[in-house]
C-alpha cells in the first residue's frame, strides 16, 4: 500500500495549485475514504479536507471552505485537491491519507490508517 503525493510548489498570493495524491496496492479504493493534512511549521498537524471512497460526500475545513476542492478519479487511482486564491497561511506540507471507512466520512487525524509522505506548498505575499 503506497500513497505518493504531489504537485507542492511555490506560488504567489491569490495563485492556485492543483495536488494530487497516487494511490497503489488498494484493494478496492472505493472502500477508503481519503483525507489532505497539512502542517505548518511549528504548527500541529491539521486536516484540510476529505472525500469519501466513491466520491459523493465531501467535507472541508472552515480555513479553506470556497478555496480548495478535493476529487478522485478512482479508475486513475489519484485524488486531487485544487487550491484556489492561495494565501500565506496555506504555507505548510500537504499529506495525503487514506481511511478504511464504508460510510461516512472523518477528517480525524487518528482514524487515518495508511499516509504518504508530504509536499511541500509555499505562498508569497
Known amino acids: 500500500v503506497q500513497l505518493q503525493a504531489s504537485g507542492g510548489g511555490l506560488v504567489q498570493a491569490g495563485g492556485s495549485l492543483r495536488l494530487s495524491c497516487a494511490l497503489s496496492?488498494?484493494?478496492?479504493?472505493?472502500?477508503?475514504?481519503v483525507g489532505w493534512f497539512r502542517q505548518a511549521p511549528g504548527k500541529d498537524r491539521e486536516g484540510v479536507s476529505c472525500?469519501?471512497?466513491?466520491?459523493?460526500?465531501?467535507h472541508y475545513a472552515e480555513s479553506v471552505q470556497g478555496r480548495f476542492t478535493i476529487s478522485r478519479d478512482n479508475a486513475e487511482s489519484t485524488v486531487y485537491l485544487q487550491m484556489d486564491n492561495l494565501q500565506p497561511e496555506d504555507t505548510a506540507i500537504y499529506y495525503c491519507a487514506a481511511d478504511f471507512r464504508l460510510f461516512g466520512l472523518s477528517i480525524l487525524e487518528r482514524e487515518y490508517d495508511y499516509w504518504g509522505q508530504g509536499t511541500q506548498v509555499t505562498v508569497s505575499s
Open positions: 496496492g488498494f484493494n478496492s479504493l472505493e472502500t477508503y475514504v
Open positions: 472525500i469519501s471512497g466513491k466520491g459523493g460526500l465531501t
